[in-house]
């Protein structure tokens, strides 16, 4: 096809997605704004943020992809005009999910005795333990606002999130600055004061969605007709059948680069906290690319609702071109401005030197990080999850961790060699997942 025959769906997709985009660095600004204030308290303080939140990350990501489970049947069946089904799927999305999250909350105030078990220094976890529980705290309210997220998104509305994830945003770095530091008379707590201004930018997000919904008679009128509804068994284990394997498909990456950190911990201070800036950044770009990936989940979902399979196909190229040209540039900065960045978050020059070497390896695997979240969301949009869940665990776990301790440990490559695995598991990756998208093509006739 043309490049002019893809303008049209670039401008919807972006329409859609530049909401997502903003809400998506809104979520990982909670992060990056904790690690830039925190690093210049101090490398240990930095090292402790990058090893609680890489553990918190695992827990975090399971409970989101479970969320994600609902955007293509509510897509679906906006597709096809079905209101009725919208409102039973947001009924038992709604149930499912608490329950999930209830689960989820009780595993990770767990997991926070396994803590000293993985291998950190002391002094990197005595800060860590008291952040991590903070960290636990916030995630009740973070699901109940990702559920409504979800729904909404389905049906096509991206930008009430974007508000509320902005707006949330502020008060995590009032919040911050105030107890990091010790500001306008309150104590000066350090990571802590992180910690506390994450659960407190956390709180408040479910609650704008209240009042979002309450002052919108549209909005309004979902929740009234979904309170009429009963529970269906059936519908719940949809929503989790599709939930889980995305939840799960997120968990194994976010394992693998939780595995990694434990690894740079094992290399010292310096190694993780220049993991983390280097990861801050790269994480930041892959919120971009997510952005625009979850913009097409809803699209492809959309056309497949409308059986309109040769829109959803040309669709989804058009999101795979959108994030392809953006994380091409993301290389050339992170290549060009890899010795300037990690000022962002420390002045400690032995960890501005190792995150620099870092995010060259960032920038090679760039391309491959947005091939392959563009096709996990265009997958999903298909409701084709299984499989997908499948490929990450060989893509991140049995090709990716090996490669990053063998290279790390082995070849005595030190903190870089991590990061090589993570180049090579993200092009095993992307690679397999196109392999399943064209398969699916074929499936539907389609070349």
Known sequence: MKIQNYIPFYKRNLHLALPIVLSQIGQVMVALVDNMMVGHVGTTELAAAAFANSVF??????????????????????????????????????????????????????VYFF???????????????????????????????????????????????????????????????????????????????????????RIIMPLLFALYVRRNPAFRSYFSEARLQLVSRKKVIEVLKIGIPIGFQLIVEVTAFAIGAVMMGWLGETALAAHQVAIGLASTTYMISLGVSQANTIRVSHQMGEKDYVAMKTAAFASTHLVLAFMSLAALLFITARKILPYLFT?????????????????????????????????????????????????????GIPTSYGFAFLLDFGPQGIWFGYLVGLLTAGILFYFRFKRNLRRLDLR
Not at 87 to 92: F, M, S
Not at 374 to 383: E, F, H, K, P
């Open 57 to 110: 990350m695992i827990g975090m990501v399971f409970g989101m992809g479970v969320t994600y489970g609902i955007t293509p049947l509510v897509g679906t069946a906006f597709g096809k005009n079905d209101r009725k089904s919208m409102i039973v799927w947001l009924k038992n999305g709604t149930f499912s999910h608490a329950i999930a999250s209830v689960a989820l909350t009780g595993v990770m105030f767990s």
């Open 115 to 201: 803590l000293p078990l993985m291998g950190q220094p002391e002094d990197v976890l005595q800060l860590a333990r008291p952040y991590y529980l903070l960290l636990c705290a916030s995630y009740l309210p973070f699901m109940a606002f990702f559920s409504q997220k979800q729904f909404f998104e389905g049906i096509g509305n991206t930008k009430m999130a974007m508000h509320i994830t902005l707006l949330s945003n502020v008060v995590n770095i009032v919040v911050n600055y105030l107890f990091i530091f010790g500001k306008f008379g309150m104590p000066e707590l350090g990571l802590l004061g992180a910690g506390i201004g994450t659960l407190a930018s």
């Open 347 to 399: 002045t400690d020059v032995a960890v501005i030197e190792v995150a620099a070497g870092l995010l060259i390896i960032a920038a090679i695997f760039q391309l491959f990080d947005g091939l392959q979240v563009v096709m996990q969301s265009t997958l999903r949009g298909m409701a084709d999850v299984t499989q997908p869940m499948f490929i990450s665990f060989i893509a991140y776990l049995l090709v």
